[in-house]
C-alpha cells in the first residue's frame, strides 16, 4: 500500500522557519518525483515545489522561491521542505504528493501556521 506520512507543521512567527517531512512507503520511491502542494483556509490547491527522482532537480511556485528548499533522501525514502522567512500566507495544510503508476497520491497533510 503507498503511504505518504508529512510530518513537522506548527506554529511559526512571521519570518521563521519549520522543516516539514514525508516519510515514503510502499512504492520504489527511488524513481518518482515528489512534490510539495498546500491548501489555505478557505482556497483551492497550491502547487509549492517539485524534485525530481534522483534529487538533482528541483522547481518552486514564485511565491516560495528563494525561501523554501526541497529535497529528496532516496536512502531514506523522504522528501523535506525547509522553510525560512515565513509568512501569514503561507498559512496552510501542506502535503507531500506523487504521481505513481497514473495514481495522483497524497499523504493527510501536516498543518503550518505562521502568526504572532
Known amino acids: 500500500e503507498v503511504q505518504l506520512v508529512e510530518s513537522g507543521g506548527g506554529l511559526a512567527q512571521p519570518g521563521g522557519s519549520l522543516r516539514l517531512s514525508c516519510a515514503a512507503s510502499g512504492f520504489t520511491f527511488g524513481i518518482y518525483s515528489m512534490t510539495w502542494v498546500r491548501q489555505a483556509p478557505g482556497k483551492g490547491s497550491e502547487w509549492v515545489s517539485t524534485?525530481?527522482?534522483?534529487?538533482?532537480?528541483?522547481y518552486y511556485a514564485d511565491s516560495v522561491k528563494g525561501r523554501f528548499t526541497i529535497s529528496k533522501d532516496n536512502a531514506k525514502n523522504t522528501v523535506s521542505l525547509q522553510m525560512h522567512s515565513l509568512k501569514p500566507e503561507d498559512t496552510a495544510v501542506y502535503y507531500c504528493a506523487a504521481e505513481i503508476n497514473d495514481d495522483y497520491v497524497r499523504g493527510k497533510g501536516t498543518l503550518v501556521t505562521v502568526s504572532s
Open positions: 524534485i525530481n527522482s534522483a534529487g538533482g532537480t528541483t
